[in-house]
């Protein structure tokens, strides 16, 4: 993970993410939806969830644009949705909704992974 959060200069990782084809670069949010829905197996694994949402957040907002008009579409309703997350576990109040938080991460990991094509790659 880049752990954009914690970087001086996000640029310098934009520059370096921006030359992966957009399918990769889906294929990572992808990846990171998934960690953060393992992740909440554990419930001591909760703090790494943050940096991970907030680098999610980054590479949502410079891939949209680039995206077919479905999966800008997904992407946008997704990004707030992290925001919140984010939110939610700082303040520490996500045990009521872990399950769901673990769910939904899942389910838009596997949708991201089919809109990239990298499973029909050969």
Do not use: C
């Not at 310098?12 to 399918?23: G, T, V």
């Not at 872990?98 to 499973?119: F, M, T």
């Amino acid at each position: 993970l880049l752990f954009v959060r914690y970087m001086k200069n996000p640029e310098i990782i934009k520059e370096r993410y921006m030359k992966d084809s957009l399918n990769v670069r889906l294929g990572g949010i992808a990846a990171n939806l998934a960690r953060v829905a393992s992740f909440l197996e554990n419930k001591s694994n909760v703090k790494v969830i943050e940096p991970i949402l907030d680098e999610s957040k980054y590479f949502i907002e410079w891939t949209a644009l680039h995206a077919p008009f479905k999966t800008q579409a997904l992407l946008s309703e997704i990004q707030p949705i992290l925001a919140l997350w984010q939110r939610v576990i700082s303040k520490n109040l996500y045990h009521k909704n872990i399950d769901n938080i673990k769910k939904k991460a899942e389910l838009w990991s596997k949708e991201i992974l089919l809109l990239s094509g990298l499973l029909d790659m050969n």
